[in-house]
T-cell receptor
């Protein structure tokens, strides 16, 4: 399965600022996903990022708040804009790929833990 | 539609068994199980594709009942390494690829 590197692993940010999270994959993948995990909560999909097209956002998430870039098949960025304390979460990048069993499954990066003061 | 997991939390002693359930109000094409240890990324455990099919991973197995739109994860003779949060995930619309929607998670704690 793919190996995913996310940067930064954690950061402390001031209210009103923006932060860009980078996701690098060691192989070319078609579909990349950005999830948010609020403290003690489940994994909530923010958007699907396919190379060469605009990201598709889930209900409750908008491009102005979470702009995404997907310049090639191994890289994506997620920006959290105009942050507020409610944006304090772990943001996870994931990719779809074929598991050894033949099934199409998700592999996750280690996540970026953001704390907004 | 988010799958619903039960129970929310389980506390075990080493060697004990546990069952985690996952259900959906919508038709399930497949059910994925992931485990997330504290501070780490979720890791894929197994996928269930057919009704009633059981899969195994170490001493962890799962079943999938399409008619009832339910899946259950069975952890037998639990080990300390089983501690973590378990998530089930589903795909909508009968697709075999793409995004997953996850349940709220079940926290499993195994004590010596």
């Amino acid at each position: 399965s793919a190996v995913i590197s996310q940067k930064p692993s954690r950061d402390i940010c001031q209210r009103g600022t923006s932060l860009t999270i980078q996701c690098q994959v060691d192989s070319q993948v078609t579909m990349m996903f950005w999830y948010r995990q609020q403290p003690g909560q489940s994994l909530t999909l923010i958007a699907t990022a396919n190379q060469g097209s605009e990201a598709t956002y889930e209900s409750g998430f908008v491009i102005d708040k979470f702009p995404i870039s997907r310049p090639n098949l191994t890289f994506s960025t997620l920006t959290v804009s105009n942050m507020s304390p409610e944006d304090s979460s772990i943001y996870l990048c994931s990719v779809a790929g074929v598991h050894d069993s033949g099934a199409n499954v998700l592999t996750f990066g280690a996540g970026s833990r953001l704390t907004v003061l | 539609q988010q799958p619903v997991q039960s129970p929310q939390a389980v506390i075990l002693r080493e060697g004990e068994d546990a069952v985690i359930n996952c259900s959906s109000s919508k038709a399930l094409y497949s059910v994925h199980w992931y485990r997330q240890k504290h501070g780490e990324a979720p890791v894929f455990l197994m996928i269930l594709l057919k009704g009633g099919e059981q899969k195994g991973h170490e001493k962890i197995s799962a079943s999938f009942n399409e008619k009832k739109q339910q899946s259950s994860l069975y952890l037998t003779a639990s080990q300390l390494s089983y501690s973590g949060t378990y998530f089930c995930g589903s795909r909508a619309g009968g697709t075999s690829y793409g995004k997953l929607t996850f349940g709220q998670g079940t926290i499993l704690t195994v004590h010596p």
